[in-house]
């Protein structure tokens, strides 16, 4: 599956954005979808994650309240609804896709997912 993340730019902090995430070539609902981001001179670090139908959701702590996943399976779409934005939110976000997984359970880390897409940038200033 090809992966294609877009929404990113420059806000002030406590604004929102909303990044999308748009998969091509598998059928989309069979895939956990999950966002990623890296900072710089940090490691790629998970955000959050959606199940294949959307029902679960799992997020790190610190976007808790904050940030929301959805997804629309009729349009091969995952987003992440990102509000009260803070300094430290500013990295590149990376979407990612594995056909493992069920409705209960999300992976958390970077090798539970399989296809990655190119990353784009979020910019948060104070």
């Known amino acids: 599956v090809q992966l294609q993340a877009s929404g990113g730019g420059l806000v002030q902090a406590g604004g929102s954005l909303r990044l999308s995430c748009a998969a091509s070539?598998?059928?989309?609902?069979?895939?956990?979808m999950g966002w990623f981001r890296q900072a710089p001179g940090k490691e790629r670090g998970f955000v959050g994650a959606?199940?294949?139908?959307?029902?679960?959701?799992a997020y790190v702590e610190s976007v808790k309240g904050r940030f929301t996943i959805s997804r629309d399976n009729a349009k091969n779409t995952v987003y992440l609804q990102m509000n009260s934005l803070k300094p430290e939110d500013t990295a590149v976000y990376y979407c990612?896709?594995?056909?493992?997984?069920?409705?209960?359970?999300?992976?958390?880390?970077?090798?539970?997912?399989?296809?990655w897409g190119q990353g784009t940038l979020v910019t948060v200033s104070s």
């Open positions: 070539g598998r059928t989309f609902s069979n895939y956990v």
């Open positions: 990612a896709a594995t056909p493992k997984g069920s409705d209960v359970f999300v992976a958390s880390t970077i090798l539970g997912y399989d296809y």
């Open positions: 959606i199940s294949k139908s959307g029902v679960t959701t």
